[in-house]
């Protein structure tokens, strides 16, 4: 009897301390950890419920009931200086997510605007836009159940226009946190969100493609506050679906039939500024980086490999004089940084990061947006038709402004144009032993105006020969009042002379 009792009490003994731990490691989650690590505590604690449905095997019940408790109204209120007094970039970007999504309704009062947010913890952390927020002077939350609550800004980032907010309280109810890496072209996904003002709103659809880049976060990120040449820093990698996306879902969810958020709803392509069957939404793997930077840091802390590069396609391989028409083309290499301690080239191919194969930018800049300083990738490369790998570890934003200072104003701000190194194809084809090649051409800019195209190899300037970007600048500050005379070889093998001054 007595061993019974012995054994009784320590199985309760052994019990008490389980749940102890759990309690610990719980509370301690909670305080700290990522957004996965909470959520992962959140929905041991309260699992989802079953939903009996006489719909068939295609049935979105379950996942729009698991979702819509957790997809917010979003308000924002702006006075009239913060509207008005914008300019810039920052006028600029509102001007186009507005044209995107018609965003703020101007009154003789204060302005306001609409959109959606994703609960994603239950202490009241919640995932929207950047252009939802930005500038907002008040931001007020409106729970699927009619509470209001007034929000706070933990973190924006225009680059991946996302942005986290924070409301008051603790048992909210979540979405979970999906993979976007598994998401499959044609698979079914719902778009979640507050169109038009309407009360929760759930449409289908199918993931359309991957990988996108519409321009939309590139534009007015090619020059900083004071007119200078800017690094492009954006990350544009998003998720395309036809479900119906309308003014006010951004911010919004965009969820898997199983219910997992896998992107946040951040744009659409549309003549009209209302739904015509282009959705975009950011991956929500991208996104759990930047938001686990905003709620330990404020801000995101993001990794850059060092490199300025040109996508690769079969019409940009010609003018490059390449055969490889996957992956991205390396331009410039920034001294000092992780891909030029790796080892990185100009005139390298950058086919894969951490095995997976490199098809468009976009590829390279989410992998890489998932990462911060010191974390490392391993790169695979081409040089000479011959597969080299090394690895790169991460510099941080200092890197960019280095970048910045080594990109030569004349070259960025005063030509409009851009260049990569003459592949020794080129080199052969047209027996120069140097030369660059304008791999880009800004509309409006010097050389658009020069008509000086895509394709032109520029073999010296001012009797200088041209090995590299960095020579290009030297070159034309040694001719007399900026005055530069070009030597080139057009697309079509055509000697040709330019002279013009550089102002």
Excluded at 91 to 104: C, T, V, W
């Amino acid at each position: 009897m007595n061993k019974i009792g012995i054994t009784f009490l320590t199985a309760c003994l052994g019990g008490a301390v389980a749940i102890g731990s759990y309690k610990l490691i719980e509370n301690k989650l909670q305080d700290g950890g990522t957004f996965e690590d909470k959520q992962k505590v959140y929905f041991t604690n309260n699992p989802s419920p079953t939903i009996n449905s006489s719909s068939g095997e295609l049935d979105f019940t379950q996942a729009a009931a698991s979702v819509t408790p957790a997809v917010v109204h979003i308000k924002t209120t702006y006075n009239n200086n913060s509207t008005e007094g914008n300019s810039g970039r920052d006028k600029q970007m509102q001007d186009l997510f507005e044209d995107f999504f018609g965003g703020r309704r101007r009154s003789q009062g204060p302005a306001q605007g609409s959109g959606s947010g994703v609960i994603i913890s239950d202490d009241g952390y919640i995932v929207t836009n950047n252009h939802v927020v930005d500038n907002a002077d008040k931001i007020d939350v409106i729970l699927p159940d009619k509470r209001s609550l007034v929000a706070k800004v933990i973190g924006r980032d225009a680059n991946t226009d996302l942005a986290l907010i924070k409301i008051e309280g603790t048992g909210f109810p979540i979405v979970k946190l999906g993979n976007s890496d598994n998401v499959r072209v044609g698979e079914w996904v719902l778009a979640v969100g507050y169109p038009f003002a309407l009360n929760t709103t759930v449409t289908a659809g199918i993931v359309s493609a991957k990988g996108r880049q519409i321009g939309i976060l590139d534009q007015g990120n090619s020059q900083d506050r004071d007119g200078e040449p800017q690094a492009r820093t954006a990350i544009e990698s998003f998720i395309q679906t036809d479900a119906a996306i309308n003014r006010g879902n951004s911010g919004g969810a965009l969820v898997n039939t199983k219910g997992e958020l896998i992107g946040v709803n951040a744009a659409i392509a549309s003549q009209s500024g209302s739904y015509e069957g282009y959705g975009f939404a950011i991956p929500i793997n991208l996104a759990k980086k930047v938001l686990n930077d905003f709620k330990e840091f404020g801000s995101v802390r993001r990794g850059y490999i060092g490199v300025n590069f040109t996508g690769l396609d079969a019409e940009q391989s010609k003018r490059l004089g390449v055969s490889e028409i996957n992956g991205l083309y390396i331009n410039e290499v920034i001294p000092g940084s992780g891909a030029a301690q790796g080892g990185l080239k100009e005139g390298d191919i950058i086919t894969k990061v951490d095995g997976n194969q490199i098809f468009s930018p976009s590829d390279l800049q989410e992998r890489i947006g998932r990462l911060g300083p010191g974390d490392k990738v391993q790169l695979t490369y081409l040089r000479a038709g011959k597969q080299l790998v090394t690895n790169v570890t991460l510099k941080g934003e200092d890197s960019v402004r280095t970048a910045n200072n080594s990109a030569n104003s004349a070259v960025t701000k005063n030509l409009g144009a851009s260049f990569a190194p003459a592949s020794d194809i080129l080199k052969k084809k047209y027996k120069i032993s140097t030369g660059v090649v304008v791999s880009n051409v800004k509309p409006g800019g010097f050389f658009d105006q020069m008509d000086i195209v895509q394709g032109t190899i520029i073999t010296s300037i001012n009797g200088r020969p041209i090995a590299k970007v960095d020579d290009i600048e030297t070159a034309i500050s040694s001719g007399r009042n900026n005055m530069a005379t070009v030597n080139a070889i057009s697309p079509d093998g055509m000697q040709i002379r330019y002279q013009f001054q550089v102002r």
